[in-house]
């Protein structure tokens, strides 16, 4: 049962509500004078996690970075970059890596050591922890990997793979101290320091002096949990926080040409997708799945419901990113799709398009769909779905359905996403061997041209048979205080995404 009805009004003391008991008594974050700089993101209440391993929310991946680091981090253009790994190389093979990390110090002043990278992998793989990056490291031999000196260690693989150092900046591989199971008061070697924390509620971490990359330019950093755009958007302009997290392009556009604040947009930075299950009917009919790439607008898409910010999409993952092909652009063809959907003896058929509120782009998305496919003969009605468990029922009992996801490298989405091994992520039931082989192949050689290949064969391959298509890729927008400085556009999962470390407050 979706919830009733909220006037305007209504719906602002809601969204609120919550943030209200957090913000109330402790003064806006640059106009308080204090040094402290409140950030404020969807909130998840008893599913958020301190255990940098779990990671299910954007919130949580955000107060990892804050408090542990991971050794690499991904470019603006998802690739690796040094972070507590100083240097790397492999050897002629690709299946041993060696690794010389930085002289960098835990919060409680304990030296970073090989042994805490090899307790940090063992326990990121154990089926226990339920990793989000357990399948990253499916090859890691952790029995034959080794420390050689108290700051460098060999990582041995099962099989030759020459991008892993891309794995090692994951959301997900922080790395720990050796023996820690709780995080109920996290001690890691990022640039803050924990202080305190409430599920659902607010986190608050100091800057570290000891870190080895400099200490902030902020004294304290403050996670508040705001589930409501427009409540975000409020606290923002009227001084109560100093960050909100991820605005849709209704929200982006509010803080043009307005002083008090402004959005901050990473461009290519969201994959917006439409998902179509092979395995069930009526989508398992190839001509149907042919017949909705083809009669869909994606242009007219992006420009209503992302409002212009972002991009056509061309039915697969990475545009803008390293190893996506070089293909023409698919366009609509509604005499085409017509006559599939005729070929298929569905002209007429009736469908639901599966929707919900966890992407704030799905419902607008939605409407425009449900017209464009009018005009091939298909019926769709839109379908609202819970947004706190969407993503498993769509995996579950999906059919036709709103996806998105952030911005990875294109290694790493096949890696975890599209393998006949990760049936975790998968929402189309698509499932092909030919995927896997060209995976390994790609990421076995050392031959730049030859892996290239490799991955614009697998995301062509993908946009022909899997049933996810990407109808567009929208920009990623933060909004920031016009008291705030130091922070960039990012996209989300890189290293610059929500890193506060660089942040100064005027």
Avoid at 228 to 247: C, F, K, M, N, T
Wanted: hydrophobic fraction near 40%; aromatic fraction near 8%; charged fraction near 25%.
């Amino acid at each position: 049962m979706r919830p009733p009805e909220l006037t305007r009004r209504g719906f602002l003391a809601a969204g609120l509500g919550a943030a209200g008991l957090v913000l109330a008594g402790c003064g806006g974050g640059s106009g308080s004078g204090t040094d402290r700089l409140r950030a404020a993101f969807a909130a998840g209440g008893s599913r958020e996690s301190l255990d940098p391993h779990v990671l299910p929310l954007y919130v949580d991946q955000a107060r990892a970075k804050a408090c542990f680091d991971t050794l690499t981090g991904w470019s603006q253009d998802m690739t690796p970059e040094p972070r507590l790994a100083e240097s790397w190389e492999s050897d002629p093979s690709g299946t041993r890596w060696r690794i010389v990390l930085r002289d960098a110090r835990f919060h409680d002043d304990r030296p970073l050591t090989a042994d805490d990278v090899l307790y940090s992998l063992r326990r990121i793989t154990d089926p226990a922890t339920t990793g989000i990056a357990a399948a990253l490291f499916r090859d890691l031999d952790l029995t034959a990997s080794r420390a050689t000196a108290p700051r460098e260690l060999e990582l041995v693989l099962n099989r030759p793979n020459f991008v892993f150092p891309l794995a090692w900046g994951a959301p997900g591989t922080e790395i720990v101290q050796q023996g820690a199971t709780t995080f109920d008061a996290p001690v890691g070697t990022g640039p803050f320091r924990f202080a305190s924390f409430t599920p659902g509620g607010p986190a608050l971490y100091t800057a570290f002096d000891g870190h080895w990359d400099g200490r902030p330019a902020i004294g304290e950093l403050e996670f508040l949990p705001v589930d409501d755009e427009e409540a975000r958007i409020g606290a923002l302009l009227s001084g109560q926080i100093d960050y909100a997290h991820d605005l849709t392009p209704a929200g982006a556009a509010r803080l043009d040409g307005d002083a008090r604040a402004s959005a901050l947009s990473a461009p290519a930075s969201a994959n917006q997708f439409l998902v179509l299950r092979v395995d069930r009917p009526p989508f398992d009919d190839p001509r149907l799945r042919e017949a909705v790439r083809l009669g869909i607008d994606r242009e007219e898409l992006v420009r209503i419901a992302l409002l212009g910010r972002g991009r056509p999409g061309n039915d697969m993952f990475g545009q803008g990113l390293r190893y996506y092909p070089d293909v023409p652009q698919v366009t609509r063809d509604v005499d085409r799709a017509r006559a599939l959907v005729a070929d298929a003896g569905a002209q007429g058929l009736a469908v639901e398009l599966q929707t919900s509120g966890a992407d704030p782009n799905f419902d607008a998305a939605t409407a425009v769909v449900a017209r464009q496919l009018d005009g091939i003969g298909l019926r769709v009605t839109p379908r609202a779905l819970p947004s706190e468990n969407y993503f498993k029922a769509i995996r579950q009992q999906g059919v036709f359905s709103q996806n998105s996801t952030g911005a990875l490298p294109i290694p790493d989405y096949v890696g975890r996403r599209m393998l006949t091994s990760t049936p975790t992520y998968d929402f189309t039931g698509y499932r092909n061997p030919e995927i896997d082989r060209l995976y390994y192949g790609a990421i076995g050689t050392d031959d730049e041209a030859a892996r290239t290949d490799g991955f614009g064969r697998i995301l062509q391959t993908l946009r022909a048979d899997s049933g996810g298509l990407v109808w567009g890729v929208r920009d990623w927008n933060v909004g920031v205080s016009g008291g705030v400085a130091g922070l960039e556009p990012a996209r989300p999962n890189t290293f610059a995404w929500a890193n506060f470390a660089g942040a100064r407050l005027a």
